[in-house]
């Protein structure tokens, strides 16, 4: 229960932060809202003997709308999320998801970025990211990139971040006007991770989906996109046959692990059932 020695360090620039990091190496980890990264040194799971805190780097912070998209700083907090009125606006899902995420103790200081850095496929955000289309703007050593959310995950705890680099912000294209959205998610009780959990976006025309995307999460090693499940959903109205045939779709590409919140099959058919909840109610409110 307490975690191993560790020296502190506070950039105040993003420029310093990854220059520590690069430093420090395997040695060396990023601390954001420490909601994931200080229950595994507790449980010493994770032995970092330096603590780089992203906290005083103010380029870091904030939610801006930037041509099509919105840009959310790293170190936005999960409750600054569901307060936004830009994103309540714009992208009413991430308000919904990040109420679901644990409670309002751990909301008030776990971050957007470490949320999608940590590699956890518990992790509700990845799924969400994948689902809108979302960007990473990634700063190491070597400079700046992005890579899309849905190639950044590769296996538990395993991303395409290098070593020494960060999540600098989120870059998420501003879905139409009038489209539907949901995030359904199965937990045991309040605060919980998801045993499975479902996000969709999508578009109506003329009483037929014009456009489908869905994420899935924690019924795989990473978060999924189940974009033939989409792409079976798309041009029908939404009827009970089509529904059927994506779900079956999602769950054919589930490989949950048998836990805590259940055997893997029962996880695997959860996570159907959350994607027809998400499909009736985006649709319920898609204009
Ligand atoms: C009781 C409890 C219940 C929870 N329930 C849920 C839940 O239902 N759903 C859910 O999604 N989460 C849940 N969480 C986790 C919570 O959302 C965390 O806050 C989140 O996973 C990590 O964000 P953080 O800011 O706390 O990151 P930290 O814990 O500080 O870091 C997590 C990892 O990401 C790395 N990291 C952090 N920021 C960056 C960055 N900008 N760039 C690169 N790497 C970075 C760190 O080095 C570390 O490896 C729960 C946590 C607790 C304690």
Redesign the pocket.
């Known amino acids: 229960m307490i975690p191993g020695a560790f020296a502190y360090h506070r950039p105040a620039s993003v420029k310093d932060a990854v220059g520590l990091l690069s430093q420090f190496g395997d040695d060396g980890?990023?601390?954001?809202?420490?909601?994931?990264?200080?229950?595994m040194m507790k449980l010493r799971l994770?032995t970092p003997a330096n603590l780089v805190d992203?906290a005083g780097i103010a380029e870091?912070k904030g939610i801006r709308a930037e041509g099509g998209d919105i840009v959310i700083g790293?170190?936005t907090t999960?409750h600054e999320l569901t307060a936004s009125e830009l994103l309540t606006s714009k992208i009413p899902l991430l308000r919904e998801t990040s109420l679901?995420?644990?409670?309002p103790q751990?909301r008030y200081?776990?971050?957007l970025?470490?949320?999608v850095?940590?590699g956890?496929p518990?992790?509700?955000?990845p799924a969400v990211m994948m689902c809108l289309g979302a960007t990473y703007q990634l700063a190491g050593k070597g400079g700046e990139r992005r890579v899309a959310a849905r190639e950044f995950y590769q296996g538990a705890y395993f991303t395409s971040?290098e070593p020494g680099?960060?999540?600098?912000a989120v870059r998420i294209p501003v879905p139409p006007a009038g489209h539907g959205y949901a995030y359904e998610k199965l937990?045991r009780k309040v605060?919980?991770?998801?045993t499975a959990a479902a996000a969709v976006v999508l578009t109506m025309s003329g009483g037929k989906v014009a456009t489908c995307s869905i994420g899935l999460t924690n019924v795989a090693e990473t978060p999924l996109w189940a974009e033939d499940a989409a792409k079976i959903l798309t041009g029908s109205a939404l009827d009970a046959a089509t529904v059927k045939a994506a779900v079956t779709a999602a769950e054919a590409i589930t490989a949950p692990a048998t836990d805590a919140r259940g055997p893997a099959r029962y996880r695997t058919k959860m996570a159907g059932v959350m994607l027809a909840r998400a499909l009736a109610r985006a649709k319920s409110r898609a204009a």
């Open positions: 980890r990023a601390l954001a809202g420490g909601h994931s990264l200080i229950p994770a992203l870091l790293a170190m999960q679901v995420i644990a409670d751990v200081l776990g971050t970025g470490g949320n850095a940590n956890d518990g992790n509700d955000m971040l680099e960060i999540v600098t937990k605060g919980d991770f998801a």
